[in-house]
């Protein structure tokens, strides 16, 4: 399992105090809407750290981290949304770079294609010959 810094992040909303916990993956799963073709669409998203403190609602109600410590840190000192301490920073990217997916190994590059028997250099027609000795069509019977 990967390393959870952030265990979760909760914000205050509509009168209430909302707590998103932390997947598997290092991710929070949240409510994304969008607006595509004119119709609003509403999708569950896992989000980073960073992403969540981005979120506009989340963002602007007063978020706190809870961390693998016990600790609750409070992210925008004084409510104002529009400066991340240095402190919250550093643990949104620790958390964010202990979570980021492994890349995926790149496949073996083969220095010659794959023909699967056939020789594309060759003609199939002198193959054909050399193999039977005549062109096939000339052992047909004829009456």
Known sequence: MKEQIIKAISFFYQGERHVITVGKTGKFRVPVT???????????KGLT???????DVVKEC???LYLDRGEKLR??????????PARAQGLVEKHDEANKP??????????KP??????????????TIDMY??????????D
Not at 75 to 84: A, E, M, N, R, T
Not at 102 to 111: N, V
Request: cysteine-free.
């Open 62 to 64: 007063d978020p706190t």
């Open 102 to 111: 492994k890349p995926k190994p790149k496949s073996k590059t083969l220095d």
């Open 75 to 84: 992210v925008f000192q004084g409510g104002d949304p529009s400066y991340l």
């Open 49 to 55: 750290a960073q992403q969540m403190l981005e979120h």
């Open 34 to 44: 969008e607006v595509i073709d004119g119709n609003m669409k509403t999708k569950i």
């Open 114 to 127: 794959l023909t699967n028997g056939y020789n594309p250099g060759k003609d199939w027609k002198q193959e």
């Open 133 to 142: 000795g005549v062109w096939p069509y000339d052992e047909d019977y004829h």
